[in-house]
């Protein structure tokens, strides 16, 4: 068989990692999560901030920002690591400090029900969408992106689960908002469906919004029907927050890989739970050892460009988000194997086992 190379970044970026730590540590850590990334080529890293204890407070940023340090030292990493600064509905004077900092590369928005329930694992969150407005303002002032995770609450908590309708009216009146507030950055975080993702690009398009989204490479490689799952590892270990939507939506996303839009781009969302975690309902895929490979293959079965494989992976988060990024390419050897990558040292039950994919190796 005919060897495969590419040539893209020296390293990728993946800019939705969640790293826990802190009371949280029994499922993996900082630490870990950056030793697993640089296996798969990823040397910076944007850490979420619904840790245990949630970094909504300075205190819990200089925390997370020490073992942050900590982890690059040991592990030799030279370039800059970033965090997201949870926004609450009473914090906006520590989000103000905190985007003073050089680490912190935006605010992160988790929308939550006014009696406190949340859209995802922790209790972090936003009632008001006038904190939104707030934090907007405040993003822009220090010229930094405002992250946004799509569900709308009330809906969430009647049907029980994240849908496409609560995703997509959440999108809305983020982007309603933002109309208010010309210039700001906003960055929607796993874009899970074709609504969502059409909306996004009316956003730019019609009302000139500076909007980006990130594509996760479980919702471009697994779907809802069971396309590409393991058959020996159950369907909980599948859920995720937002949900796996059915085929039509998969492929919808795996069409935008290839168009020439500079605000798309590709991010992880690693999130890792212990067994008796995930068969409790919680949800998040580890797949930060995938995210290189999954976009990789995907370009290789449908043709999609090194160019516009590097902008994926590096270039397009790095000029959104003012990371500082060398543009030369490099060659990388494909190696094709079923998938055997471990998480916190084999701890956490990995989905994408056994999934055949080629994974990039530098060659030098
Ligand atoms: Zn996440």
């Not at 407005?133 to 809906?155: G, Q, T, W």
Request: proline content about 4%.
């Amino acid at each position: 068989m005919k060897d495969l190379f590419m040539c893209l970044p020296r390293f990728f970026i993946d800019t939705h990692v969640h790293g826990r730590d802190m009371l949280e540590d029994y499922k993996t850590t900082i630490y870990q999560t950056m030793k697993e990334a640089l296996l798969a080529g990823i040397r910076v890293l944007a850490y979420m901030p619904n840790t245990k204890p949630a970094m909504v407070t300075i205190n819990v940023l200089d925390r997370v920002l020490d073992i942050i340090n900590d982890a690059r030292e040991m592990l030799k990493i030279s370039e800059m690591q970033y965090v997201y600064f949870g926004v609450t509905d009473n914090n906006l004077d520590q989000c103000e400090f905190a985007l003073q900092r050089e680490e912190v590369i935006g605010l992160k928005i988790y929308p939550q029900r006014e009696n406190g329930g949340g859209v995802t694992t922790g209790s972090i969150g936003v009632v008001s969408m006038r904190t939104v407005l707030a934090a907007m303002k405040l993003a822009r002032k220090y010229d930094k992106v405002v992250s946004v995770h799509c569900s709308c609450p009330d809906m969430f908590f009647r049907e029980k689960k994240d849908t496409i309708g609560g995703e997509l009216s959440y999108l809305i009146r983020i982007v309603m908002v933002a109309k208010k507030v010309p210039g700001v950055k906003i960055l929607i975080c796993h874009v899970s469906n074709t609504l969502s993702a059409k909306y996004i690009i009316r956003a730019h398009e019609k009302f000139g919004i500076n909007i980006a989204m990130e594509l996760m490479p479980h919702y471009l490689w697994f779907d809802s029907e069971g396309t590409n799952w393991n058959p020996c590892v159950g369907r909980e270990f599948y859920h995720c927050f937002n949900s796996l939507r059915n085929s039509l939506n998969r492929e919808f996303l795996v069409s935008l890989l290839k168009t020439d839009y500079s605000f798309i781009f590709c991010a992880s969302d690693t999130a890792v739970h212990i067994e008796e975690e995930k068969m409790a309902g919680f949800g998040g895929i580890p797949s930060n050892q995938e995210l290189p490979a999954v976009v990789v293959t995907l370009a290789q079965m449908h043709g999609i460009s090194d160019e516009r494989v590097a902008d994926l992976l590096a270039f397009n988060q790095a000029d959104f988000l003012g990371i500082p990024m060398d543009r030369g390419l490099v060659k990388y050897r494909l190696i094709e194997k079923a998938d055997d990558c471990h998480y916190n040292v084999g701890k956490i039950i990995n989905p994408w086992n056994g999934t055949r994919l080629y994974f990039p190796v530098r060659v030098n």
